[in-house]
T-cell receptor, first 121, second 114 residues
Framework: GAVVSQHPSRVICKSGTSVKIECRSL??????MFWYRQFPKQSLMLMAT?????????EQGVEKDKFLINHASLTLSTLTVTSAHPEDSSFYIC?????????????????FGPGTRLLVL | QQQVKQSPQSLIVQKGGISIINCAYE??????FPWYQQFPGKGPALLIA?????SEKKEGRFTISFNKSAKQFSLHIMDSQPGDSATYFC?????????????FGTGTLLAVQP
């Protein structure tokens, strides 16, 4: 159990276009999901916390208007990179918390998706 | 300011040896400490986690040792195998009102030589 999927796994787009990344919890309901960004050989940087039915909470320095987050259901959160530029190229990873304990593990556990590699040309 | 400090940055261990990765933190309010394993191009996978009321937790070849007074915790990988070669991240849970978020260490690249 505790599977989180992301789609697409890889995307290449032209500068100025928008890209949407989906994050789904497949076997549990996730009222809280997280979006991270990771550059090569670096740690995970939290971008925002996504709460179902409410606005996302963004970390300091993350542009809300550029990285749009929507958490419309208990199993789906989306990240839209608007007007993408080459500097937005990165590995984007989502995670989900099993707050209700569906999977039976510690309720603080975050389960990560496989990541989405974004390349902006 | 880095809230969770991780060392070493990289580690080479012979097959069958013990891999040890250390982390230290400052915020005594942290109360949940997971370790994640990440292979290239993949998302992190939870290995093992511990809470500060326990000094040690073991799951298979993986053991977390926790020293609350020193604000340090470490991951031990016994009988290290080439398949363990990956990047390992420690983390600590920061409670911020209604949002609980993980603060990650900088990562350790482990190479297990056959």
């Amino acid at each position: 159990g505790a599977v989180v999927s992301q789609h697409p796994s890889r995307v290449i787009c032209k500068s100025g276009t928008s890209v949407k990344i989906e994050c789904r919890s497949l076997d549990f309901q996730a009222t809280t999901m997280f979006w991270y960004r990771q550059f090569p050989k670096q740690s995970l940087m939290l971008m925002a916390t996504s709460n179902e039915g409410s606005k996302a909470t963004y970390e300091q320095g993350v542009e809300k208007d550029k990285f749009l987050i929507n958490h419309a259901s208990l199993t789906l959160s989306t990240l839209t990179v608007t007007s993408a530029h080459p500097e937005d190229s990165s590995f984007y990873i989502c995670s989900a918390r099993d707050v209700e304990g569906y999977v039976g593990a510690d309720r603080e556990t975050q389960y990560f998706g496989p990541g989405t590699r974004l390349l902006v040309l | 300011q880095q809230q969770v400090k991780q060392s070493p940055q990289s580690l080479i261990v012979q097959k069958g040896g013990i891999s040890i990765i250390n982390c230290a933190y400052e915020n005594t309010a942290f109360d949940y400490f997971p370790w994640y394993q990440q292979f290239p191009g993949k998302g992190p996978a939870l290995l093992i986690a511990i809470r500060p009321d326990v000094s040690e937790k073991k799951e298979g070849r993986f053991t977390i040792s926790f020293n609350k007074s020193a604000k340090q915790f470490s991951l031990h990988i016994m009988d290290s195998q080439p398949g363990d070669s990956a990047t390992y991240f420690c983390a600590a849970l920061e409670r911020d009102g209604a949002t609980n978020k993980l603060i990650f260490g900088t990562g350790t690249l482990l190479a297990v030589q056959p």
